[in-house]
Each structure stands twice: as structure tokens, then as C-alpha cells.
């Protein structure tokens, strides 16, 4: 009805039931026909945008997987100029800092995500993929160190120091290279290694019921970053991984961390998945970011 009025009770300049009034607008045809129009309009905006948008989430993953199979393509290039080149025949050859720089970076990038999305989520809660990963790189850490540790030993002894020179070091990094493949042996296998943590991992988790695939899987990432971990360690210089940070909790910072899922914001709550990687010691440059996962994660 024309000059009805109405009152806003939710205008903080209305005051009280029975203040001020306020006219209520009146709509014509033409202004309801307009409106319909623009919502209309709006609606067909919408739907233009929400295509786009599925358009360019397309075309991202197409390119995610055309980087990691370039990724792939250049590692193999690399490894067969490597075999052209004399003095670097045979597939054991040790890889290069370089190669094992990008070596380090796609494992972090796609092998423990797929562990991450595939053997771990539907079966975990975050506790439990803290441990997985935990487990996993402190106890290659402890069979790498153990290996190892009895030459160091005689060596401080025999020089009577605390600590093994420079130039000695890099001769033992460079038979250890020459050799790595005996050394991976000789450190994992005798006694089997890496079948006991695969077997004490799947006993603690009991991933799909502890089917024999899901063991395999479990076997075949720990045999995985036991060869990452002792290449690493043998590399001169040695490729420093932060394994002790691992089930830490965490500040988000982009400068140090990476989402492993998901986006997290500066300073939220996190915890370290996959450590980070320093370059020649713990002081040095970081050449792979520590992979976070948010505390409040929602797994399916």
C-alpha cells in the first residue's frame, strides 16, 4: 500500500520498538523486471566463472603430470650421457649432487605422496602417519650410522681426534660412491634391514588388514629411502637430512615448510612429515623444505 512505513529493527539509529520509521520502498514492475534481469545476468556470470575455474583446475593437473614425466625423461637423459661418457658405464654409478638433488626433491614430491594419499590416509589418523614416517627415517638413520660408526671409530683413534679431516673424508665419500651399491648391500641386507622395519611397521599399523600387497608397498618405500638416506650421507658434500624434526610440531612458515596437503596459513599449528634437507651440514643451505601437515586435518 502506498505510504505504508515500516520499522528496521536491525538499524542501530532505530532505537527501540516504536522509534523512528522508516518508509518502505515501493517496487514497480519495471524495478522487478530489471532485478530478475540482473539476477538472471548474474546467475549466467556465475556458471561462466565456475567453468573456467573446473577449466584451469584441468589444465593444472594435466601440467603437474607432464612436469613429472619430463621430470623423469631428464633423470633418464642424464643417466644415459653418464653411460656415453668413459669412466661412467654401468647402471651403478653413483649419482651426481645434482642428480641427487633432483633425485631427493621428486622423492619428497610424488614417492611419499603417494604413500601419503594412497597407503596412508584411508587407513590412519594423523598419529599414525606421523609414525610411519618417523619410524621409517630414524631407523635407516640408525642402520646408516651403525654401518658406519665402527670406521669412524678407528679412524679418530688411529688419529688421535675428535673428528675426521676434510681431505680424508672426501676419500672415503669417493669409495664409498665408487662402491655404493656393495655398501647399500652389506648395510641393509645382512641382516635383512629393511624387511624387519617393514614387518615392525606393518605390526603397528596394520595397514589393509596387513594384506600381503599393503606390505610390499610398505617394504618398497622403506627400501626407497634407505637408498635416498645412505646416498645422501656418502655425497660430498653430504646431503644433511633433518630426521631428528620429524613428528615435531610447528609455527607454518613458507620460508622452511611445505604443505604436504591442503593450504595452511603463516603460523598455524603443523607437524614435520618429511624433513628438511640442508647442504653440507645442519648450519648449511637448505636445499629441500620440511613437508608439514596441518594439525587440524580432516582425513576422510
Known amino acids: 500500500m502506498k505510504g505504508a512505513t515500516t520499522q528496521d529493527l536491525f538499524d542501530e539509529n532505530s532505537g527501540e520498538p516504536g522509534g523512528t520509521l522508516i518508509p518502505a520502498p515501493e517496487l514497480k514492475a519495471d524495478d522487478i523486471a530489471r532485478f530478475q534481469s540482473e539476477l538472471k545476468d548474474t546467475r549466467s556470470k556465475l556458471q561462466t566463472v565456475t567453468q ?30 653418464r653411460e656415453m661418457l668413459p669412466g661412467f658405464s654401468g647402471g651403478s654409478q653413483c649419482p651426481s649432487e645434482a642428480e641427487l638433488r633432483g633425485k631427493l626433491g621428486d622423492f619428497m614430491k610424488h614417492r611419499c605422496e603417494d604413500a601419503f594419499f594412497d597407503l596412508l590416509v584411508p587407513e590412519l589418523t594423523i598419529e599414525g602417519i606421523v609414525y610411519f614416517f618417523k619410524e621409517t627415517f630414524r631407523s635407516t638413520q640408525r642402520t646408516i650410522e651403525g654401518y658406519f660408526e665402527p670406521l669412524t671409530l678407528v679412524l679418530q683413534k688411529s688419529t688421535c681426534s675428535d673428528s675426521i679431516d ?64 645412505l646416498l645422501c650421507s656418502i655425497c660430498d658434500p653430504l646431503l644433511f637430512l633433518r630426521v631428528d624434526t620429524v613428528g615435531e610440531k610447528v609455527s607454518f612458515n613458507a620460508t622452511i615448510h611445505e604443505a604436504m596437503d591442503g593450504f595452511v596459513k603463516a603460523g598455524e599449528s603443523a607437524v614435520v612429515l618429511l624433513p628438511a634437507v640442508h647442504r653440507g651440514s645442519i648450519q648449511g643451505e637448505m636445499v629441500v623444505r620440511a613437508r608439514v601437515l596441518a594439525l587440524n586435518y580432516e582425513l576422510p
Not at 64 to 74: A, G, I
Not at 203 to 210: E, M, V, Y
Request: aromatic residues 6%; glycine residues 2%; hydrophobic residues 35%.
Open 166 to 229: 676434510s681431505p680424508l673424508s672426501s676419500v672415503l665419500s669417493k669409495t664409498y660412491q665408487n662402491n655404493w651399491r656393495k655398501v647399500h648391500s652389506q648395510c641393509f641386507t645382512q641382516p635383512k634391514a629393511d624387511s624387519e622395519l617393514a614387518d615392525r611397521i606393518q605390526t603397528a599399523l596394520q595397514l589393509r588388514g596387513q594384506e600381503p600387497k599393503a606390505t610390499a608397498e610398505v617394504l618398497d618405500f622403506v627400501r626407497t629411502v634407505e637408498e635416498i638416506m
Open 52 to 81: 573456467k575455474f573446473a577449466s584451469v583446475k584441468k589444465d593444472r593437473d594435466f601440467l603437474k603430470k607432464q612436469t613429472k614425466e619430463l621430470q623423469q625423461s631428464v633423470v633418464l637423459m642424464q643417466s644415459g650421457m
